[in-house]
């Protein structure tokens, strides 16, 4: 079975550094297990620092910043009623004195010709993803159409409240790790919220 990223990127995914080929082919049987340091995390003005604060409730946002942050990723494929992959994405910074939650799960729409991500648990944003592969052969990510999902109803968000993100996602052959770095932006507040950092992936025994 192909991976949702396989399938959106088409022949584009081969073009992929052959360890994100590895990190991105996930299915059913296939996870994902990452642990690294956030160099930077940061971002967000006194303005949306509330929104934030609140969104820890929901693990979708928060408020902590710094420098060198412990952090996990870990993604796996499960299949709803109709067999559609859902692809989950459970990130965890571990600030000193608390751990915050990063959640959100991505799919492909019925025609299988875009990417639906939606953050939270429940889920209350939700977006449409462009993604494209560089000459470099790292990812690269971009929001385009944003949402709120409240009563099971999707309600457009209009342009000047979406938070614009861009992610990029290579891997460092020198120091042989996988780097990301996120951006949020606001057109009205600035940026919202960033970090960048590296990972590698957690060797796991066979059964």
Known sequence: MSSIYEKILGNSYKNLHPKLQH????????????????????GGSFLVRPV???G??????FAERGNQIPFEIVNK???????????HWDR???????????????FLNERGDELFDY?????????TLSITVDQNGSMQISSKKQWLNLFGKKIPLPKF???????????????????????????????????????????????
């Open 56 to 61: 820890t409730k929901y693990r979708i946002f």
């Open 23 to 42: 990190r991105y082919r996930l299915t059913e049987e296939k996870d994902f297990i990452g642990k690294g340091i956030m160099d930077e995390i940061s």
């Open 161 to 207: 409240l979406h938070g614009v993100a861009n992610i990029s996602e290579s891997y460092d052959e020198g120091e042989q790790c996988y780097r990301i770095i996120v951006e949020v932006k606001n057109s009205l507040v600035g940026r919202l919220f960033y970090y960048q950092g590296k990972f590698t992936e957690v060797e796991r025994r066979s059964e």
């Open 52 to 54: 934030f604060t609140l």
């Open 119 to 127: 953050f939270g648990k429940p889920a209350l944003l939700g977006s």
């Open 77 to 87: 494929v499960t299949l709803d009623e109709k067999g559609k992959q859902i692809v």
């Open 92 to 106: 965890t910074f571990r600030f000193k004195e608390k751990s915050r939650y990063f959640d959100a799960i991505m």
